[in-house]
């Protein structure tokens, strides 16, 4: 395999860095817009019952729905992706989720065309996941392999970085809708996110048909070394793929922190909508300009501390937040948000370099994509799983932040079962792998 120019490396891996950080910003926008109007307004738009428990469930379900597409996503787009190339399928990834999003908005409500409606939304929202699964994997895999051993953390954390700054950019988008007048928030404020995400899915487009494979996936994939990833991927690589779903269940305490805690509070403890997602948005920008920190820190001392320490931490503010909320104490609430953010980045900023390199590059989009989404299934499920368990009363609450605080025990343990691969090249980590050194 030839040298890639030093300059010609450095411009590549920049480059799929900051693709993987806008498209991924794109995506969770996208992602992002669903969970706020779950949270506030689709039960009574799409499900009949008005402001009932049963539209709030339905709602909540529904937001759900795109976690059971997404493992059925990684099991296609990793399959394609470690076949075809990591590019071509971020760009079909990032033009489903624009075009899944661009039709929420245009869909209309239940008083219009009745159980068409969550019918057709549920749909879409199955398009998202299907996305998605392919998005944040597809975006760490390729930035990781052209990134060098020595910062590999640092690059591949802009993907999760992008998955902040959607979220910051989806909440910051819904704080002038939120204060319309019910009326025109119901009928057609809601929609104006999900429309004009259209103009940043093009300009993703354009700068995604720049991006081009790492040299080393290209010299695997003219070996043709996996010609069933999938395959491979479940017959050697099935420690390393419970690991990392293990590690992404992570993924359940900060949902439930940002969807069920935004409908707990609203719905339930009676605070302003606008005010708790302005609250979101400040800590999400707080935590999006935090993750490169952190991964530089786990470039140097290792990814395990990083990830296990802040997670754990994570999980133990959680119980704080809730309690903060119940209490309706805002300025309380506002620390107790902005630590548990700073504390789960540690998680985020190191979670997909731990991921990417538990697996040889041959079957890296498989292992990434299958690994995430299956541990994100709970995830997304866990505001659903909230309610169900939610009890009445001021401390009813403590049953939801005891859920998130065993998934983040759970992820920590996988973590440190793994070794540690900070600093070792990408070649090397394939011989290990191949010998079982990485895996047992």
């Known amino acids: 395999m030839s040298e890639p120019a030093p300059d010609d490396q450095l411009s590549q891996t920049r480059r799929s860095a900051i693709g993987g950080f806008l498209g991924t910003a794109l995506e969770y926008f996208d992602f ?73 908005g245009c869909l209309p409500g239940y008083s219009s065309i009745g159980p068409l409606a969550p019918v057709v939304l549920v749909a879409l929202r199955l398009a998202q996941g299907f996305s998605a699964a392919g998005e944040q994997a597809g975006s760490s895999t390729l930035t990781t392999e052209h990134a060098p051993p020595g910062s590999r953390g640092f690059y591949t954390s802009f993907t999760n970085a992008g998955t902040l700054l959607g979220n910051f950019l989806g909440h910051a988008a819904f704080i002038p809708v939120l204060a319309m007048p019910e009326d025109a928030l119901l009928a057609w404020g809601w929609r104006l996110p999900f429309l004009g995400s259209a103009a940043g899915m093009v300009v993703v487009v354009f700068l995604r048909r720049r991006l081009r494979d790492a040299d080393l996936f290209v010299a695997v994939k003219a070996a043709k070394r996996a010609p069933a990833p999938l395959g491979e991927l479940f017959r050697e690589n099935w420690k390393n793929l419970i690991r990392v779903v293990l590690c992404c269940l992570m993924a359940a305490p900060t949902a439930i922190s940002a969807v069920f805690g935004l409908s ?38 290792g990814r395990r501390p990083v990830f296990i320490g802040g997670v754990l931490m994570g999980g133990a503010v959680l119980f704080v937040k809730f309690h903060f909320i119940a209490e309706r104490n805002l300025p309380m609430l506002v620390l107790a948000q902005c630590v548990l953010v700073f504390f789960f980045m540690a998680g985020y900023a190191t979670q997909l370099s731990i991921c990417a390199e538990m697996f040889a590059t041959k079957v890296r989009f498989s292992g990434v994509a299958v690994g995430t989404q299956v541990g994100y299934l709970l995830g997304g499920f866990g505001p659903t799983l909230s309610y169900a368990i939610l009890r009445p009363g001021p401390n009813g609450w403590l049953p939801v932040a005891i859920l998130g605080a065993l998934c983040c025990l759970v992820a920590s343990a996988a973590v440190f079962s793994a070794p540690e691969t900070s600093g070792v090249d990408l070649e090397r980590l394939d011989v290990q792998v191949s010998e079982g050194k990485i895996g047992s």
């Open 264 to 301: 707990y509070a609203t719905r339930i403890v009676g605070l302003d909508a606008g005010v708790v997602v302005a609250l979101t948005t400040i800590s999400l920008g707080v935590g999006a300009v935090t993750i490169p920190f952190w991964a530089m820190l786990a470039d140097r001392i």
């Open 32 to 104: 992002t817009l669903y969970g706020i109007v779950a949270s506030v307004v689709l039960g009574r738009v799409f499900f009949a019952g008005g402001d009932s428990f049963a539209s709030e469930m339905g709602a909540m379900a529904t937001f759900g729905a795109a976690y059971i597409a997404r493992p059925i996503g990684a099991l296609v787009l990793g399959h394609l992706g470690d076949r075809l190339g990591r590019q071509r399928i971020l760009l079909f990834t990032i033009v489903l989720m624009g075009a899944s999003t661009f039709l929420i």
